[in-house]
């Protein structure tokens, strides 16, 4: 699946922070957006860049997030040795997101396109899981590397990351209702493409337990992503019918306002 990185197409999204509604127009999308321009041509239901809306340092969080989805999912593959499968997802960032990035993170000087492609080197060569585990380390360095640009204080905030979370959730749902025909996932990649997106969504949000502690005592926004794991409860899609994209949108939504909540 080789995607234009400067297109977000098929998924409409509205984040804003600190408003109790958060709207997205969805339909089939063919890419993951980045610190792109804004709108774009083709596709249905409206297009717009995944994180145009949001500051250049929140875009640049979420690129990282969606690269990081990509390869936490291509990980689970080949340590589970399904290397082949593995390997679009390892090349996904650089495919889909890498390019809308490219200008911030060469202005920053933290690049690191050479890890990626070496990274999918060493998985095209099926080098052994243990090569290709360091290779992913060595990638997640130089993401964090280009994170720390961000200020740390930034990164804590719900006005900074609720949006960003916001953002990874509602791709992860455009993933997976694309995966889903007739009520049964067809498309294996775009369900772990969605598994990852959601895992680092979960990651982001533990981020900010200890600053939201006072706005949301009961940990709500918490259990409400925690109602989304069912979803991608396996890494393998499961067989027959599957949560209807519907009710995945509409759990994505009862989060989106759990944090439009936080403070």
């Given at each position: 699946?080789?995607?234009?990185?400067?297109?977000?197409?098929?998924?409409?999204?509205?984040?804003?922070?600190?408003?109790?509604?958060?709207?997205?127009?969805?339909?089939?999308?063919?890419?993951?957006?980045?610190?792109?321009?804004?709108?774009?041509?083709?596709?249905?239901?409206?297009?717009?860049?995944?994180?145009?809306?949001?500051?250049?340092?929140?875009?640049?969080?979420?690129?990282?997030?969606?690269?990081?989805?990509?390869?936490?999912?291509?990980?689970?593959?080949?340590?589970?040795?399904?290397?082949?499968?593995?390997?679009?997802?390892?090349?996904?960032?650089?495919?889909?997101?890498?390019?809308?990035?490219?200008?911030?993170?060469?202005?920053?000087?933290?690049?690191?396109?050479?890890?990626?492609?070496?990274?999918?080197?060493?998985?095209?060569?099926?080098?052994?899981?243990?090569?290709?585990?360091?290779?992913?380390?060595?990638?997640?360095?130089?993401?964090?590397?280009?994170?720390?640009?961000?200020?740390?204080?930034?990164?804590?905030?719900?006005?900074?990351?609720?949006?960003?979370?916001?953002?990874l959730l509602r791709t992860?749902?455009?993933?997976?209702?694309?995966?889903?025909?007739?009520?049964?996932?067809?498309?294996?990649?775009?369900?772990?493409?969605?598994?990852?997106?959601?895992?680092?969504?979960?990651?982001?949000?533990?981020?900010?337990?200890?600053?939201?502690?006072?706005?949301?005592?009961?940990g709500n926004a918490v259990?409400?992503?925690?109602?989304?794991?069912?979803?991608?409860?396996?890494?393998?899609?499961?067989?027959?019918?599957?949560?209807?994209?519907?009710?995945?949108?509409?759990?994505?939504?009862?989060?989106?306002?759990?944090?439009?909540?936080?403070?």
């Amino acid at each position: 699946m080789r995607i234009n990185a400067k297109l977000w197409v098929g998924v409409g999204l509205c984040v804003a922070m600190g408003q109790t509604g958060m709207a997205m127009a969805q339909g089939h999308h063919a890419g993951h957006g980045a610190a792109v321009p804004a709108a774009a041509e083709g596709g249905e239901g409206g297009e717009l860049g995944a994180f145009d809306n949001l500051s250049e340092d929140q875009q640049l969080q979420g690129s990282l997030g969606l690269i990081r989805g990509h390869l936490s999912v291509g990980r689970e593959l080949y340590q589970a040795g399904r290397g082949s499968d593995a390997i679009p997802h390892f090349l996904h960032p650089a495919e889909e997101i890498y390019d809308g990035a490219r200008p911030v993170l060469d202005a920053r000087k933290v690049g690191f396109e050479a890890d990626l492609d070496g990274l999918v080197a060493l998985a095209r060569a099926k080098a052994p899981a243990a090569d290709v585990a360091k290779a992913l380390d060595k990638v997640e360095q130089a993401i964090t590397k280009a994170e720390a640009t961000i200020p740390a204080g930034d990164r804590a905030k719900p006005t900074f990351l609720t949006p960003v979370i916001a953002t990874l959730l509602r791709t992860a749902a455009s993933e997976y209702a694309a995966a889903v025909e007739d009520g049964v996932i067809t498309s294996p990649i775009e369900y772990q493409d969605g598994r990852g997106f959601y895992a680092i969504a979960k990651v982001y949000l533990a981020r900010l337990s200890a600053s939201t502690a006072a706005s949301d005592p009961s940990g709500n926004a918490v259990k409400a992503m925690d109602k989304l794991a069912p979803v991608w409860a396996t890494l393998q899609p499961p067989k027959g019918k599957v949560t209807p994209p519907g009710e995945v949108s509409a759990l994505v939504s009862n989060v989106e306002l759990a944090l439009s909540r936080l403070r």
